[in-house]
């Protein structure tokens, strides 16, 4: 069956009663959704600061390739097979974007018999967190020109807006426009652009604001361009924007409780791509998990070069949360894509192109050991075309490196296939005091910073850019200097080219553009020619998904 097939034929109970008799949550704390999605109250939330943090085990994965990797998959599985095996587990999981689901993705809630329910919602609209924060974004864009065609007492620069417009579609043709023609009813002409939702700097304000009071004032904080000094900064707090944005995320910031095949709860709160934003789900919905429950699985998006990079640099620097362990999935599949197979030949056996592949997981648990400070256990997603020669290797080379690999198949067997990789990553967390490194000291300067990430996770000989980029870092670093970086680099590969597979090494990484994040707190570095708005594929998966008569959804997957 497709995935969407194995998530309609499950059973689901209600979210209210599941929540009380897995977490004690009492009913009142919580507002239903319908009957299988629900959001716990802030109130409720702070009422457990006095309970005692769960451990943190952070899923990742290697370069992502056509092939699949399962991140998602693997998290929920780990998950149901640590409640299996009597462990109370909480799952935290990042949203799914609309654009890549009606373009390549086809949906992000796992996959097979490791998923979270209802597979269809949770795609789609879900509660609606994505809405409120295109409509609060849009809102302080739309009061920009609304301010300037009043008369402009701010003094700001036409030409020096930074903040754009957002649409939660992949929709090429919006990331360059031109607004306010028609004449003067219209408004001023001006050069604009639409972002995804997902690259908002609201999106990543929600995930690491820790209260209402905070979110307000993060959203304050957002430069929305200079003056014509060309250099004094113009704040939303100024055009009196944020406590209107702020009412609108009044609901989007409190975490949604939904389940897995297995009834056990998963929290999905928030959605930043990590390509092009920093790829965690939400602050609130991790420690929530924490005080919850006795150890929380978390992803972070794409591989571990990008994600887990920032789940470390910046979720981690910002909360204070420690991290005790982290898994890093790949496929046999994968790595022989790495190993320069075309996708047509993966589900043959290739030891050659599997043995060359390998550098990419190497590096990247490397990376996490070394640079991360993490205890890391490797996950074998497995697929039924792997053959035993193929796990044979994989699991001498991994442990040559001194790393345990577990080849686990939740993806057809749900919780109870993956209880060998829930044993293994129990036994690591129950053996060690949280502790991590960071990858660069926050005294570092900009460009040194973005230099270690690139030098360090990368393998690039080193850095370059413009002078115009140079001298925006410069002139930053006095205001800006301890903020992270964040990196805003193609998924596909360690470079900047997607098409360089496996580790390459000495590439010079060229940051093309940085922004100022300055409410969320964090300088995004543009590397290569990584577009903030993506575009559907040639056949998007828009085209494959539908709706019957009696209102059953089909094609996501």
Request: glycine letters at 10%; one cysteine or more.
């Amino acid at each position: 069956m497709s995935d969407i097939e194995i998530a309609q034929q499950a059973t689901l109970k209600p979210i209210i009663a599941l929540a009380e008799e897995k977490l004690g949550i009492p009913a009142e704390q919580l507002d239903p959704y319908g009957h299988y999605k629900a959001k716990i109250s802030l109130e409720y939330i702070n009422d457990l600061v006095d309970r005692p943090d769960g451990k943190l085990i952070l899923v990742t994965a290697i370069s992502p390739t056509p092939a699949g990797e399962g991140k998602t998959t693997t998290t929920v599985g780990l998950g149901d097979a640590m409640n299996r095996l009597g462990k109370k587990t909480i799952m935290c999981l990042r949203e799914p974007s609309l654009g890549p689901c009606f373009g390549i993705k086809g949906g992000a809630a796992g996959g097979g018999h490791s998923q979270v329910v209802p597979m269809e919602d949770i795609n789609l609209h879900f509660t609606g967190d994505f809405h409120a924060i295109g409509v609060a974004h849009n809102l302080l864009s739309a009061m920009i020109d609304n301010h300037i065609n009043h008369g402009n007492s701010l003094d700001i620069d036409t030409r020096r807006i930074q903040w754009k417009r957002v649409v939660d579609m992949n929709d090429r043709a919006l990331r360059k426009i031109t607004a306010g023609l028609g004449g003067p009813a219209n408004g001023f002409p001006r050069e604009d652009g639409y972002d995804i939702v997902v690259a908002s700097e609201i999106m990543a304000i929600l995930c690491l604001a820790t209260s209402r009071a905070d979110l307000k004032e993060r959203l304050g904080s957002i430069v929305i361009g200079y003056k014509t000094d060309k250099v004094t900064p113009v704040y939303a707090r100024e055009l009196k924007a944020h406590g209107a944005m702020a009412a609108l995320l009044k609901d989007a910031i409190k975490p949604n409780l939904v389940q897995t095949l297995e009834n056990n709860i998963a929290v999905i709160h928030g959605g930043p791509f990590a390509n092009i934003a920093h790829g965690c789900n939400t602050v609130t919905a991790t420690k929530t998990g924490l005080k919850l429950a006795d150890y929380v699985v978390t992803e972070a998006g794409f591989g571990a070069d990008l994600g887990a990079e920032k789940f470390i640099d910046i979720k981690c620097r910002m909360s204070g949360l420690k991290p005790s362990a982290a898994v890093l999935v790949a496929t046999a599949r994968a790595l022989k894509f790495h190993g320069g197979i075309a996708k047509n030949n993966l589900n043959h056996e290739n030891l050659e192109a599997l043995e060359e592949g390998f550098v990419n997981l190497e590096r990247h648990l490397n990376n996490i050991t070394q640079h991360y400070g993490l205890p890391c256990v490797v996950c074998i997603n497995h697929f039924t075309f792997d053959t035993d020669a193929e796990i044979a290797l994989l699991k001498e080379k991994c442990e040559a490196l001194g790393a345990k690999c577990i080849v686990s198949k939740h993806w057809a067997e749900g919780g109870v296939g993956a209880e060998q990789l829930a044993r293994e990553v129990i036994n690591v967390v129950d053996n060690r005091e949280p502790e991590f490194s960071y990858v660069y000291d926050e005294n570092l300067s900009l460009w040194k910073k973005i230099e270690t990430i690139a030098t360090k996770l990368y393998g690039a000989a080193n850095i370059s850019a413009n002078a115009k980029v140079k001298k925006q870092l410069s002139d930053w670093q006095a205001d800006y200097g301890k903020f992270p970086v964040c990196m805003a680099k193609t998924q596909m590969s360690f470079s900047t080219d997607p098409s360089a597979k496996g580790a390459p090494s000495g590439h010079t990484v060229e940051i093309s553009e940085v922004r100022l994040a300055n409410g969320a707190g964090f300088i995004v570095a543009i590397a290569g020619n990584m577009m903030t708005m993506p575009g559907l594929p040639k056949t998007p998966a828009a085209e494959r998904i539908d709706i019957l008569d009696d209102g059953t959804i089909t094609g996501l997957f």
